[in-house]
């Protein structure tokens, strides 16, 4: 299973993904142009040294990402998305596809994506953390395809 993150622009967002697909045992792909500089310190304050134990791949744009992941299905959430992350039946080699904090993805990127999903939150509230939503996202499927570290 992989982490998608698309044109992240917040450098920590980015660290903590890093550690939680360490932790998880998830690869993470980052989808430039990023809204930082990659050797940010911010990335590796918040990875820490979890960041050495995560395979990260960096793409020059969305199209040379999409080209990398073949037939694997590409699951976009969204607060646009129709489905439940909870009703979904993931698959063991399921992308997990992120927009940037500012808004997300363009409609042709969505577009492109195989699934629009959503977590559930309350209607007074906009969106979640990119990665408190990549961590519910990654737990439910790893949950759901018997692949949690035990």
Request: charged share 25%; with cysteine; aromatic share 8%.
């Amino acid at each position: 299973m992989r982490i998608a993150l698309f044109e992240p622009e917040i450098a920590g967002n980015v660290g903590a993904v890093l550690r939680l697909g360490a932790c998880l045992g998830a690869a993470v792909d980052l989808i430039e142009p990023m809204g930082f500089v990659w050797d940010d310190k911010r990335v590796r304050r918040t990875a820490m040294d979890y960041i050495d134990h995560v395979e990260i791949v960096r793409h020059a744009g969305f199209e040379a990402f999409r080209a990398t992941i073949g037939s694997r299905r590409l699951a976009l959430f969204t607060t646009k998305g129709s489905q439940s992350v909870y009703d979904f039946d993931f698959r063991a080699d399921d992308v997990l596809f992120f927009g940037k904090e500012s808004g997300g993805v363009p409609p042709d990127i969505a577009d492109a994506c195989d699934v629009r999903l959503r977590i559930p939150m309350r209607a007074q509230v906009r969106s979640m953390n990119l990665a408190m939503s990549a961590a519910l996202g990654l737990g439910e499927a790893l949950r759901q395809t018997a692949a949690l570290p035990r």
